[in-house]
C-alpha cells in the first residue's frame, strides 16, 4: 500500500502539469467543448427534432441561409441594434467616468447607485421596462404627456422598437463600461497631466492628447467585453418583444433560437448558430488587434 502511495505521489510530481489542469479540463469539456462539437456537427446535418435522425448534408444549410430573407433580416437588425447601443455605452460610459474621476462630495455614494441597473437581473429588467413602455399602462408615456409630449408605442412599433431597446440596453449596461474605463483612469500616471498644467493645457487638450490616447487600450477592451453579449443579445430582446413586432427586432441570434426550439430544425439553427460565433469572432479578433495595436503606440 505505501509503495503504491509512493508511485502515485512520484507520478503526480513529475507530471503536475497534467494533473492538476485535469479536472478543470474535464470539466470545461463537457459544458463547454462538446456542445460546441456537437453543434458543429448539426450544422451539417439535416434533422427535424421528433422526426428521424440527423441526415448529414455537407454545406446545404450554409447554402440555405444565403437565400433566407430572415437571415439578412437578422444581420441587420443585430448590426443596428449592436452598433447604436455599443455607440451609446460607449460615449456614455467614458464621460460618465470622467465625471467620477473626478473628487466631489458624496461620489462613493453615487456611484453605489448608478450601478445598481448593471447589479440587476437582466430578465427581471427586461420585464420592468416591459410594462414602463407599455403604452397604454406604462409610465414612459405617462411622463411623456405630463410635459406635453405625445406618446409613442415604443416597442409596438417596427419604426421605434430598436431605439427603445436600446435605450433599455444602454440604462442596463453603461454602468459596466464606466466601471471599467474608471478603473483605466485611476491607473494612468500622473507626470503627463503634470507636464500639461505647467504648459498651460486647457482640458480639451489634456483629454484629446492625454487622457484619450492612454486611455484607449482599456476602451477596447471594454469595448470587446461587451460585444461579446450584446452582438448575441437574447433574454432582453425575447423578454420585451419576443423578436416583434413582425420580425422587426429579430436579431440572427434569436433568430437562430426560433428555428431550432420553435421550427425544431436543430440543423439549420446550429447552422445558423455558427454563423453567429464566426460574426462575434471576428469582430472580436479586430477589436483585439486594435487593442495590442493602440498600447504598443
Partial sequence: ???TSRTLSRFIDRHQAL???????FALSLIVIIPIAYNLYLAFTKWTIGL???RFIGLGNFIELLS???????VKVMVYFSGLSLSLEMALGLSIALYFHRNFRGNEIVQAIY????AATPVAVALIWRIMLNPE???????LQSVGLPGSLWVSNAQTVIPALVMVDVW???PMITLIVLAGLKSLPRVPYEAAQIDGANALQVFWYITL??????LIAALMLRSLDNLKEFDMIYTITQGGPGISSETLYLYSYNVGFSFFKAGYGSALMVVVFLIVLVFNVVMNRMRLSARDL
Avoid at 68 to 74: A, C, F, K, L, T
Avoid at 115 to 118: K, T
Fill in 1 to 3: 500500500m505505501k509503495t
Fill in 19 to 25: 494533473v492538476f489542469p485535469a479536472p478543470a479540463v
Fill in 52 to 54: 428521424g435522425q440527423p
Fill in 68 to 74: 433566407d430573407e430572415r437571415v439578412w433580416n437578422g
Fill in 115 to 118: 450601478i445598481l441597473p448593471f
Fill in 137 to 143: 399602462i406604462g409610465v414612459m408615456n405617462y411622463l
Fill in 172 to 174: 442596463k449596461w453603461t
Fill in 213 to 218: 490616447p492612454m486611455i484607449r487600450p482599456v
